[in-house]
């Protein structure tokens, strides 16, 4: 479960550099209200013109075109017309100190020049060479949507016979590292497992990376598929002690999974749903508005609205679902007293963006998911955790509903554990904010690492 706030940050963002040598990438961290956002803006020179790009590792977006880049007596302007701003600098050796401009916003911005290859985002945790066991490059096939899947299988190069696990993404597509504000959680697990005896499959979600097969249709259970695909692939390679670690909507996919396919022999849920979907939303939205600093009336008054929307689409068997979730929008907007109502045009506006995400096959397919449909078939080894500091996935509620499901199912290899002030990426964190993750340079805690590799060699 992943959120938008970061989209609106970027329209705050943008602007670097040049040098006697000015060419080449230039990085700082523009100092936002709330937050520090870093910026990358790489330069290159065709004679006397310049041209650049800017990326926001954070963001994970890459090469968005600089309108004019300009290099005059030691001074770099960059202004970019789609997102209103200009940066002002001068070159001192591998600085460039200046001023970051847009509409009513002035704020310092220094540059630093970066190594080809070097990140600005401190990620002390991501793996470095040289690694002491088999990373191959796979692909396969998901025989029912006929989709091509990417991935990579790490196995450790001093052992025989081993346990292997497929790690499942959350909501939204992302590669084989489970990349976010360039924490690559995956990657890490892969290669601590890997190190301590465990194989790893890691996969591009579909139209990520190097998998194809994205559309506006997919759903849960098509990812589900592509999960049991995974499963087969390994069972064809001949492992035959293969386990799913899923976070957050990958929680769901595993059970999902494992309640058909036996060749999956336990389970790991990372922060996954262990209550119905559209309670679980409720108590994300709350949380989070909470943190956020939302009044009492304010959470309310959204809370009535969600449960509105999502009893609507759990039960709807008409032909206009939009429309539908649109007008309910529209009223409880038009409730709001006169002084906090948005203009008509602004209403009308947020109920046509916001019905429309509503109203996505993939999420009126997962607002209508009871994990406990899935968790009470389970007779596996079962190990769910979560942390107390998370926002999207609140950790009593969703343990204490999948050791029931378990429990139902008479499941005695069950082990629940809550980890004290980790967020939902299973960071260490302060309040668990969206707008913390990619503040924090660590990217997972090594108790978590230690707690899943141990209970996997455990079994």
């Known amino acids: 479960m992943k959120t938008t706030v970061f989209t609106i940050i970027c329209f705050f963002c943008l602007s670097f550099v040049f040098s006697q040598e000015i060419g080449g990438s230039w990085g700082g961290a523009l100092d936002v209200p709330g937050m520090k956002l870093p910026l990358v ?89 040289p690694f002491n066991y088999k990373i191959e490059d796979v692909t396969f096939t998901n025989p029912i949507d006929k989709n091509t899947l990417a991935g990579t299988l790490t196995t450790p190069s001093n052992a025989n016979t081993f346990p292997v696990v497929v790690l499942i993404s959350g909501s939204g597509q992302q590669n084989r590292d489970s990349e976010i504000f360039g924490h690559k959680s995956f990657w890490i697990i892969a290669d601590d497992f890997a190190k301590k005896g465990i194989g790893v499959l890691r996969v591009d979600d579909r139209g990520t990376g190097s998998s194809n097969g994205a559309t506006m249709t997919m759903t849960t259970q098509n ?96 032909t206009d679902l939009q429309t539908e979730v649109k007008n309910i929008y529209m009223a409880d907007m038009q ?54 500091k998370d926002l999207q996935v609140i950790s009593k509620e969703n343990l204490a509903g999948i050791k029931a499901s378990l429990d139902k199912a008479k499941n005695k290899k069950i082990e629940v554990v809550e980890f004290p002030n980790l967020n939902h990426l299973f960071q260490e964190a302060a309040t668990g904010s969206v707008a913390e993750y990619g503040q924090l340079e660590q990217t997972i805690a090594p108790a978590v690492l230690e707690k899943m590799s141990s209970w996997i060699l455990s079994r």
């Open 335 to 388: 409730k709001l007293p006169k002084e906090q109502q948005p203009s008509a045009e602004e209403m009308a506006k947020t109920a046509e963006q916001e019905s429309q995400k509503i109203t996505i096959p993939w999420f009126t397919y997962f607002i209508k998911i009871n994990p406990d449909v899935y968790w009470s078939k389970l007779k596996i080894p079962v190990l769910a955790l979560n942390g107390s």
């Open 41 to 129: 803006f790489n330069i290159k020179q065709n004679g006397s013109q310049f041209t650049s790009t800017m990326d926001s590792p954070m963001q994970s977006v890459k090469d968005i075109p600089i309108t004019q880049t300009t290099f005059e007596k030691n001074e770099l302007t960059l202004t970019s017309a789609n997102m209103q701003f200009q940066f002002k600098g001068t070159l001192n050796v591998d600085q460039i100190k200046g001023t970051f401009t847009q509409g009513q916003m002035s704020l310092p911005f220094v540059l630093s020049r970066k190594k080809e290859g070097e990140s600005i985002l401190k990620r002390p945790q991501t793996p470095q060479p």
């Open 223 to 318: 990812f589900a598929e592509d999960t049991n695909a995974a499963v087969e692939f390994l069972t064809k390679k001949g492992f035959t002690n293969i386990g799913l670690i899923g976070h957050s909507e990958g929680g769901i996919i595993a059970p999902m999974v494992a309640s058909k396919n036996p060749n999956v022999k336990f389970i790991i849920s990372m922060a996954g749903p262990g209550i119905p979907i559209d309670e679980l939303l409720v108590l994300q939205t709350n949380a989070i508005a909470k943190v956020s600093g939302a009044t009492e009336e304010e959470l309310k008054s959204s809370e009535a609205t969600n449960r509105k929307i999502y009893s609507l689409v759990k039960n709807y068997n008409g």
